[in-house]
């Protein structure tokens, strides 16, 4: 049933372009497991603010807050999920999750450093017969309205590591996508918080344009 809601849902939304749209709405995701799941308050409010002024998209500047397990989830087309500690999926909220990214929904998953040894095995239990796998640099999603010729901008420097873009694909969509390394949403957040150069925060916005024109174009 739930299933169905999201289909029928997503028909609805993608019978008129991305551009035509208005109260669509983009949420967080409320995980368990103590890590902190609300960080990056600003980030995700700024995000939508580019995306209406550089897309001509008509997203609600109210960002909803949603938990794995909910049946709200899905309500939302866009669910974004970051933190710095430990994510815990019981077998319902996994099962949630994955039919709700079954169904057409869509996670992105921004390792705000210190996720990675969590949300690997987490996402495993929505997904056992998947592993992430890196999107090459031609993928779309780098293709969007802004170009990334070189994937993934690195925003943050932790561990001379490359910012790395991952997915998961189910049935040839891309359902997941995982930024790490990178710290996109730190980039989203007022220009106050982390002290980013203005060409570091519009990297970042930019990086996020496509993911949100991507998504809501697939």
């Not at 939304?13 to 949420?27: G, K």
């Not at 550089?54 to 909910?70: M, R, W």
């Not at 031609?138 to 802004?146: C, G």
């Amino acid at each position: 049933m739930k299933n169905s809601i999201l289909v029928l849902f997503l028909a609805l939304f993608f019978t008129n372009s991305l551009f035509a749209q208005q109260d669509v709405q983009i949420a967080l995701l409320k995980y368990r497991g103590g890590g902190d799941w609300y960080a990056n308050p600003t980030s995700l409010p700024n995000l939508v603010k580019f995306c209406n002024q550089q897309l001509s998209t008509n997203i609600s500047p109210q960002i909803a807050t949603v938990e794995p397990g909910s049946p709200e989830i899905f309500n939302f087309p866009f669910i974004h999920m970051t933190g710095h500690g430990n994510v815990l999926f019981d077998a319902a909220e996994a099962q949630n999750l994955r039919n709700y990214l079954i169904g057409g929904g869509f996670l992105h998953i921004d390792d705000n450093y210190g996720m990675d040894p969590f949300v690997r095995p987490q996402m495993k239990k929505v997904f056992p017969e998947l592993d992430f796998v890196e999107l090459p640099k031609d993928h779309p999603i780098y293709n969007q309205k802004f170009k990334f010729p070189n994937g993934l901008p690195k925003i943050h420097e932790h561990d001379g590591k490359p910012a790395q873009g991952f997915g998961l694909f189910w049935e040839g969509k891309l359902v997941c996508f995982y930024t790490y390394e990178c710290d996109l949403g730190d980039g989203w957040e007022d220009a106050a918080v982390h002290g980013n150069s203005e060409e570091t925060r519009l990297k970042a916005l930019r990086m996020g344009a496509n993911l949100i024109q991507y998504v809501f174009n697939r």
